[in-house]
């Protein structure tokens, strides 16, 4: 036990010179005392280098920041760091321009980056520059779809028109046509029906009093105590009556 509280008091002399030789450090020139707190901290347009305030070199394309933080310089516009301790000149390809930090450089419209290049955009027939920053660089014409590197005219069948959707179908069958097997075929209305203009079932829809049965529209036979439903294309009982083997009989 002796031997162990020996050996921590040795350990605590060791250390105690180092650390008041820490505190009692003079302060060097080209430094001051902190604002807040002990201690110094270097001036303006200086840095601490191994207890010594040595002045920043501010190297050639650059200007001094006045900051107490960070390198103390910064590359003029057109000039970026390199190595830490150089500014060299943003070389700009052709095609490109200046970024506006001054730091790097991008194409111009109508050319595409590749690697330390701008390479002009080479649009097929039909086509012209997309403003999207991703996915292809141009764009087809209306009437025109993409395939592969071409624009190809979109074949449109009779009694169609162009719809303009960037998805699906390019085209859409005139009011009173459907599409059947890539045409538009019309639509053919029975007797005692009208158009309709959904974009599913028949096309076309029974009048009021008739039923839809197959392809025709055959008249609803309402039963006594019955009456047209407000589709007009069914009947239902009246009130205090219900619906039994086609008939509308007295509830009990």
Same mark, same amino acid.
């Given at each position: 036990?002796?031997?162990?509280? +020996?050996?921590?008091?040795?350990?605590?002399?060791?250390?105690?010179?180092?650390?008041?030789?820490?505190?009692?450090?003079?302060?060097?020139?080209?430094?001051?005392? *902190?604002?807040?707190?002990?201690?110094?901290?270097? @001036?303006?347009?200086?840095?601490? @280098? &191994? %207890?010594?305030?040595?002045?920043?070199? !501010?190297?050639?394309?650059?200007?001094?920041?006045?900051?107490?933080? +960070?390198?103390?310089? &910064?590359?003029?516009? +057109?000039?970026?760091?390199?190595?830490?301790?150089?500014?060299?000149?943003?070389?700009?390809?052709?095609?490109?321009?200046?970024?506006?930090?001054?730091?790097?450089?991008?194409?111009?419209?109508?050319?595409?980056?590749?690697?330390?290049?701008?390479?002009?955009?080479?649009?097929?027939?039909?086509?012209?520059?997309?403003?999207?920053?991703? +996915?292809?660089?141009?764009?087809?014409?209306?009437?025109?779809? &993409?395939?592969?590197?071409?624009?190809?005219?979109?074949?449109?069948?009779? $009694?169609?028109?162009? $719809?303009?959707?960037?998805?699906?179908?390019?085209?859409?069958?005139?009011?009173?046509?459907?599409?059947?097997?890539?045409?538009?075929?019309? !639509?053919?209305?029975?007797? $005692?029906?009208?158009?309709?203009?959904?974009?599913?079932?028949?096309?076309? *829809?029974?009048?009021?009093?008739?039923?839809?049965?197959?392809?025709?529209?055959?008249?609803?036979?309402?039963?006594? %105590?019955?009456?047209?439903?407000?589709?007009? %294309?069914?009947?239902?009982?009246?009130? %205090?009556?219900? *619906?039994?083997?086609?008939?509308?009989?007295?509830?009990?």
């Amino acid at each position: 036990m002796a031997l162990f509280v +020996g050996s921590i008091t040795a350990v605590l002399l060791f250390a105690l010179p180092t650390f008041a030789q820490t505190a009692d450090q003079p302060m060097p020139e080209n430094a001051s005392a *902190k604002s807040y707190g002990d201690g110094w901290e270097c @001036n303006i347009g200086f840095r601490l @280098n &191994e %207890n010594a305030c040595v002045a920043i070199i !501010v190297p050639q394309n650059a200007y001094d920041t006045n900051r107490s933080y +960070g390198s103390g310089w &910064e590359c003029l516009h +057109g000039f970026r760091r390199a190595d830490e301790t150089a500014c060299v000149a943003v070389e700009v390809p052709e095609g490109g321009f200046l970024d506006p930090s001054g730091e790097r450089w991008r194409c111009l419209r109508g050319f595409i980056k590749v690697d330390d290049t701008c390479q002009e955009i080479v649009l097929p027939a039909n086509a012209y520059l997309a403003d999207a920053s991703y +996915g292809s660089t141009w764009t087809c014409e209306r009437g025109f779809e &993409e395939t592969g590197d071409l624009c190809t005219a979109i074949a449109v069948p009779a $009694n169609a028109y162009l $719809n303009g959707s960037g998805y699906g179908q390019p085209w859409t069958c005139e009011r009173g046509f459907f599409e059947q097997d890539g045409l538009c075929a019309a !639509v053919a209305i029975p007797a $005692n029906a009208y158009f309709d203009d959904a974009t599913y079932g028949t096309g076309w *829809k029974c009048e009021r009093g008739y039923e839809a049965s197959g392809e025709t529209c055959e008249l609803i036979d309402v039963p006594e %105590n019955a009456h047209l439903g407000r589709s007009g %294309n069914r009947w239902e009982c009246d009130k %205090n009556f219900q *619906k039994s083997k086609g008939l509308c009989v007295l509830n009990n």
